[in-house]
T-cell receptor
Framework: DSGVTQTPKHLITATGQRVTLRCSPR?????VYWYQQSLDQGLQFLIQ???????AKGNILERFSAQQFPDLHSELNLSSLELGDSALYFC????????????FGPGTRLTVT | DAKTTQPPSMDCAEGRAANLPCNHS???????VYWYRQIHSQGPQYIIH???NNETNEMASLIITEDRKSSTLILPHATLRDTAVYYC?????????????FGTGTRLTIIP
């Protein structure tokens, strides 16, 4: 158990819908990362937050957005969902931005039908 | 971040040492080598990291060549639970670049 929690574990929704994935980092961790893992693209970095502020962006679509709240939990919002958005979405956290180790949550499996 | 090259798959007998190679010929002087693994569809798990010296922890050993262009992760006594995809990642610490860039990794299968 990494100490990072993600909800829900599974999510099935239809194309065009909007969903919110939630992540609670390890206690004391200030930095949160979101990654997407799909069969054709592998594990890809989406976005990073540090202490409530966006710090880095990866290959995140404009239909996707995220935020980190004052209590440090983070949400990833996915809208206008397409079949290709079906993937595992992982959240990771680290103590700060210079930490060597990122701790990954168990992931949310999103299926878009 | 420098690119890494790993064999797509490897087998290892249970109880033997598993040696997973990684090439990173374009690594820069301030870039670290990291190893993570992913068991089935679980979240990736940190294993070990190093800059230029060999490193050992309770999970594994990391051997980095003197020119730093390649490294080997060693699992000393592989068990069935070590079956996973192993990712070798090279990362520096530039502002706003703390992300991990995963390649395709090596799928390690431990054979009973």
């Amino acid at each position: 158990d990494s100490g990072v929690t993600q909800t829900p574990k599974h999510l099935i929704t239809a194309t065009g819908q909007r969903v919110t994935l939630r992540c609670s980092p390890r206690s004391g961790d200030l930095s949160v990362y979101w990654y997407q893992q799909s069969l054709d693209q592998g594990l890809q970095f989406l976005i990073q937050y540090y202490n409530g502020e966006e710090r880095a962006k990866g290959n995140i679509l404009e239909r996707f957005s995220a935020q980190q709240f004052p209590d440090l939990h983070s949400e990833l919002n996915l809208s206008s969902l397409e079949l290709g958005d079906s993937a595992l979405y992982f959240c990771a956290s680290s103590v700060d931005v210079s930490s060597y180790e990122q701790y990954f949550g168990p992931g949310t499996r999103l299926t878009v039908t | 971040d420098a690119k890494t090259t790993q064999p797509p798959s490897m087998d290892c007998a249970e109880g033997r040492a598993a040696n997973l190679p990684c090439n990173h010929s374009t690594i820069s002087g301030n870039e670290y080598v990291y190893w993570y693994r992913q068991i089935h569809s679980q979240g990736p798990q940190y294993i070990i990291h190093g800059l230029k010296n060999n490193e050992t922890n309770e999970m594994a050993s990391l051997i980095i060549t003197e020119d730093r262009k390649s490294s080997t992760l060693i699992l000393p006594h592989a068990t069935l639970r070590d079956t996973a995809v192993y990712y070798c990642i090279v990362r520096g610490f530039n502002f706003g670049n703390e992300k991990l860039t995963f390649g395709t990794g090596t799928r390690l299968t431990i054979i009973p």
